[in-house]
């Protein structure tokens, strides 16, 4: 049995488990947006190089006061943050999952031959 809080965060945009099976993804994980801007670009060069789309992970830790339905900040206010690079980008996913701890929400997230980047 899971303990609550590591239960599935839930994604604000398309599943994993929903994506074609073919798809090839270059996941950033968000740490900062300075970090992650940078990962982005790295990210950006290796999926044009694979083929492949760029899948912006951002894990939001919700405390726990609040049901975790209900956060306290935006859950696009981080993928806003970043709307800029986005324009450049048609085929990148941003995938926001509301979580209790940020290490097992990514844990859960990732398959396990995810190509990762993180600034």
Same mark, same amino acid.
């Given at each position: ?26 996941? +950033? ?32 830790? +919700? ?53 990762? +980047?993180?600034?």
């Amino acid at each position: 049995m899971l303990p609550r809080f590591a239960r599935p965060a839930a994604p604000l945009t398309r599943p994993a488990e929903l994506r074609r099976p073919q798809e090839l993804y270059v996941t +950033v994980v968000f740490t900062s947006t300075e970090a992650t801007l940078e990962a982005l670009n790295r990210a950006r060069e290796l999926a044009q190089g694979l083929g492949s789309r760029i899948r912006l992970l951002v894990a939001q830790v +919700v405390p726990y006061p609040l049901d975790l339905d209900h956060p306290d900040v935006d859950p696009l206010f981080r993928p806003r943050q970043l709307g800029k690079f986005r324009d450049g980008s048609p085929d990148m996913e941003v995938d926001v999952r509301l979580c209790r701890d940020a290490c097992a929400c990514i844990q859960q997230a990732l398959p396990q031959d995810a190509i990762v +980047v993180m600034g």
